[in-house]
């Protein structure tokens, strides 16, 4: 695959699990597990499934850096891999199943170059499908990355630097399961050519799962399934399904639908009293098939009139409203209202030095950008307690993260982090977190090089007839009892992010193209109505944010600019009250109030600057001796200006043009190998080319020769004699011989 052995191992790790495998890609190494309960998990109306990714450090042959030295909760990127294996094998576990199973994935060893995204989920799919647990698979995935115009499968982590795509698909040996992807505003074609080449090798891999369970696989069990009998589902729909209908067919808001399906529900409800009391019949059967005629009722008048709950057609958005600046004070807000949808998206510019570092297997990872989505219990309201991010709202974080990401310029020196606040939810709070933080970016004044909106897609399908419906825009109830949740993210000329879920068995391609066609014209319509509130982003960047200016210095000037212990940039810093970041490729970031950042810049600049032959530099005077004076031009650089040099007539005295403390100005006529810098104030008297400088200098350097006056080795020595300037013995002798020269 991709170049590389994929070796796919049973039999030696991890026993008394039910289902185990190792999967060693290069030197990339994942343990999988599965184990099912042996007892039913009774009174539960959803399947028991858990999946955990387990970040080990030894695996990069690391130390984690907390205080106890060792793994503590899962980060946000093993939660986000946790939800990637999920997704794809939840669909295939039997109907009605209620034991409790559990897929541990453990990072056992990592070569930083192959990515572990589609490794994760062919190792749960394989640990399933050699053990003994009810499981309709197997399943593979695949990552198509695109780079110079070709499509890499299964791309390296150096790779994917310059990849424009970062796809991963999940699916079985007949379709498409589940999507992942991030891109630089991809064309609906390629996104279309990559799904059909994960695909194609996806079968590579279920070739050889196939082979491995024939070879060790385990009898699969037969579960105890809990799902509503015929006899209960016939009552309920004929206690309710006219019911249901009447009341779908009002076009009603989530609020009064609800309140209106909650009152028919408690009819049913009253029906099997008695017999729920005396235990003929669970209550969890009785609202299962509630939510059965519900779904039938539903999906089986989008299928045949193409009308939904809230009486759109299937292409119609619901209404948008669209506000930015709500806030004072922030740097930029922005709120996105669709239908019953709000959101409000604030954005927060900060320094180099704000940006996350990650403590993961691939060291020296920082973020610069940021998206955090909050899912509060009364933007449905609910009260129920509020315990930090769950596992949903890191995982939409992560999506909006990546919708918005290819459209911040790389040369922004800000650390951006934005904070989505789901005020009312009714579907597709995501995507309108991502519209959301399209607009508080602009309000903020962020140079972003395209808007970007999102919408999410659903598919009604009925598996027998093939007919099927494609929902633009859904809402809550077509996505808890819909076959899709397809989220799209993009510009005008692209695809920016997508996540695909599905609850069938998979999805053939000509729905998928035309599930993107659908998205593409309904997200345009939806960046439309956001364009004609703010067009671009503001001229000019919040005045509440910081100012940011930089510029790139050598790396060689790096340990310089710090100084001894930080000297040097905490001396900067202090003096004109801004603050100094300075990356390893030679990259500095000031951030502070405007002129003072530029002042700082400035001298950045100027300590950091290499000496230029031919450039005029200011100084101060600071030694003066009898054949020249020594002036330091910037930081650390002294330089020599023989007496000869020092004016535009003949000086008998140094002292008598440069006295120790005096400005200077002179150009620089030579630097020598070993770095000394010879100086003519002359020169910029005169107004001498360097050339013509230069050749004064070594005519008057000839002349003194010829008069037995000191060489240039002989000046330079003297200036190495430092040590005994404090004796003033070889100061008077040096004295006295100048004086009988003059003489």
């Known amino acids: 695959m991709g170049g590389r052995t994929l070796a796919i191992e049973a039999g030696l790790l991890a026993p008394q699990a039910d289902g185990a495998v190792t999967v060693r890609y290069g030197d990339t190494v994942l343990l999988a597990t599965a184990v099912m309960s042996k007892e039913v998990r009774s009174g539960l109306n959803f399947f028991p499934l858990t999946v955990e990714f387990e970040e080990r450090l030894y695996a990069a042959g690391r130390i984690p850096g907390s205080f106890f030295r060792r793994e503590g909760k899962p980060s946000d990127q093993a939660i986000l891999m946790s939800r990637l294996v999920d997704r794809p094998l939840r669909p295939l576990f039997p109907k009605g199943m209620r034991n409790e199973v559990q897929v541990i994935i453990t990072a056992m060893a990592t070569d930083g170059q192959n990515l572990m995204d589609p490794l994760a989920i062919i190792a749960a799919s394989a640990a399933l499908h050699v053990s003994d647990i009810p499981w309709n698979g197997p399943i593979a995935a695949t990552t198509i990355g695109f780079v110079d115009g070709e499509f890499i499968v299964n791309p390296t982590a150096t790779q994917m630097e310059h990849s424009s795509l970062n796809l ?194 691939l060291p020296g990872e920082e973020k610069r950008y940021m998206h955090h989505y909050n899912f509060p219990p009364y933007s449905t309201g609910e009260a129920t307690p509020m315990r930090g991010p769950k596992r949903r709202e890191i995982g939409h974080g992560a999506l909006a993260e990546r919708a918005l990401l290819p459209v911040i310029p790389e040369d922004f020196p800000y650390t951006l982090r934005l904070v989505s606040e789901v005020l009312s939810s009714n579907g597709s709070t995501s995507m309108g977190s991502v519209c959301g933080s399209t607009l508080a970016l ?39 009892l819909g076959d899709m949740d397809f989220k799209v993210a993009g510009t005008e000329h692209g695809i920016t992010a997508l996540q695909m879920d599905l609850k069938i068995k998979g999805l053939d391609f000509e729905i998928l193209r035309r599930a993107l066609e659908q998205a593409r014209e309904g997200r345009l319509y939806i960046l439309s109505k956001m364009l004609e509130v703010l067009p671009a982003p503001r001229p000019t960047l919040s005045a509440y944010a910081p100012r940011i200016l930089s510029c790139h210095i050598s790396s060689e000037k790096i340990g310089k600019l710090i100084g001894p212990g930080g000297k040097t940039v905490r001396s900067l810093q202090e003096q004109f009250g801004v603050k100094i970041d300075i990356e390893e490729d030679g990259t500095v970031y000031i951030s502070g109030e405007g002129f003072n950042a530029e002042q700082a810049l400035v001298e950045v600049q100027r300590l950091t600057e290499d000496i230029e032959i031919g450039k005029i530099y200011t100084g101060t005077v600071v030694r003066v001796e009898p054949y020249g004076a020594f002036v330091n031009i910037m930081p650390g650089v002294d330089g020599m200006v023989h007496i000869s040099q020092l004016a535009d007539y003949r000086v008998d005295k140094v002292e008598d043009v440069a006295k120790l403390g005096d400005e200077l100005t002179a150009m620089v006529i030579d630097v020598d190998p070993g770095g000394k810098v010879r100086l003519s104030r002359q020169a910029v008297l005169e107004g001498w080319t360097v050339e013509e400088a230069r050749s004064r200098d070594r005519s008057t350097r000839s002349r003194s020769s010829e008069r037995g006056e000191r060489s240039e080795r002989g000046e330079r020595s003297e200036r190495g004699e430092r040590g005994e300037r404090g004796n003033g013995r070889s100061s008077d002798r040096r004295e006295q011989r100048g004086g009988s020269r003059r003489r």
């Open 442 to 480: 602009m309000d903020a004044g962020v140079p972003i090089t395209a808007p970007v909106s999102g919408i999410a897609m659903g598919l009604i399908q009925d598996m027998e007839t093939g007919q099927y419906q494609i929902l633009s825009d859904i809402q809550g109830m077509e996505d808890a």
């Open 168 to 361: 991963v698909a999940a699916g079985t040996e007949d379709n498409i399961l589940m999507v992942e992807a991030g891109a630089h505003e991809m064309p609906e074609d390629l996104v279309l050519e990559a799904l059909k080449l994960a695909h194609e090798n996806n079968q590579i891999v279920i070739k050889a799962i196939h082979e491995l369970r024939a070879a060790l696989g385990k009898p699969k069990v037969e579960p105890s399934i809990f799902l509503p009998s015929p006899e209960v589902e016939e009552e309920v729909a004929n206690i309710a399904a006219d019911k249901i209908t009447a009341t779908l067919e009002q076009g009603l808001g989530k609020v009064e639908l609800n309140n209106a399906l909650d009152a028919i529900k408690a009819e049913v409800k009253a029906a099997f009293a008695e017999r729920v009391t005396d235990g003929s019949v669970s209550e969890v059967e009785v609202d299962d098939a509630f939510e059965s005629v519900l779904k039938n009722a539903m999906r089986r008048r989008i299928l045949e009139k193409g009308i939904r709950p809230d009486g759109r057609t299937t292409t119609q958005i619901r209404p948008i409203s669209v506000q930015v600046g709500n806030l004072p004070r922030v740097h930029g807000s922005g709120l996105f209202m669709r239908g019953e949808t709000h959101v409000l998206t604030i954005a927060t510019l900060g320094t180099p030095a704000d940006a996350q570092r990650l403590d993961s297997l």
